[in-house]
């Protein structure tokens, strides 16, 4: 019973999600891409274009930047995966573009960065950080939400939770 017991809690810590996103790992990441860019409340154009409020964004839409017609003409809309595919090597996912980034080919430093970039609206104003897979509404929604002061729910639910895992063993 006991190892029928680890099982199913191994079995629980599985199937929860984990955000291995890091944004202050992503921020030093970012480092690299300062030469050409620039994100935040103050930032403007420079080499390459703000990146504020990325994500939901059409490619080659930022007012006063010049971008390479193949950047202007590709018609990507700017979400996780496709900036992941991007960053990976920019060369291949928008041939002729302007960018001159060789790309990130670490999974973990692609995951960083994405949560740091993802901080951002479009003003710049740093929103907090949304995790994989969820647009910046639902995760405003999901932090509006009081979370309950147990994983297990109400008093009731626990003291029941407690008697039968450790009670029935």
């Known amino acids: 019973m006991r190892s ?6 191994a079995g629980i810590f599985a199937i ?3 955000y291995a996103q890091d944004a202050a790992s992503g921020e030093k990441i970012f480092v690299q ?3 050409c ?5 103050n930032a403007k154009n420079a080499v390459g274009p703000v990146l504020n409020g990325l994500f939901g964004r059409k490619a080659g839409m930022i007012e006063g930047y010049s971008y390479s017609p193949a950047n202007k003409n590709s018609g990507i809309t700017w979400d996780e995966a496709t900036f992941r595919e991007y960053i990976r090597d920019p060369r ?3 041939p002729g573009t302007k960018m001159t980034f060789p790309g990130l080919k670490d999974p973990k430093q692609i995951d960083d960065i994405v949560a740091y970039l993802k901080q951002f609206d479009s003003t710049g104003k740093k929103a907090g950080i949304v995790p994989a897979g969820r647009t910046r509404e639902g995760a405003a929604a999901a932090q509006s939400v009081k ?8 008093r009731l639910t626990r003291v029941f939770y407690n008697r039968w895992l450790f009670l029935n063993i």
């Open 4 to 9: 029928l017991v680890l099982v199913l809690g």
């Open 147 to 154: 979370p309950n002061p147990s994983p297990f729910g109400d």
């Open 37 to 41: 860019h620039q994100i935040g409340e």
């Open 92 to 94: 291949t996912k928008i």
């Open 16 to 18: 929860v999600p984990g």
């Open 33 to 35: 891409c300062k030469a």
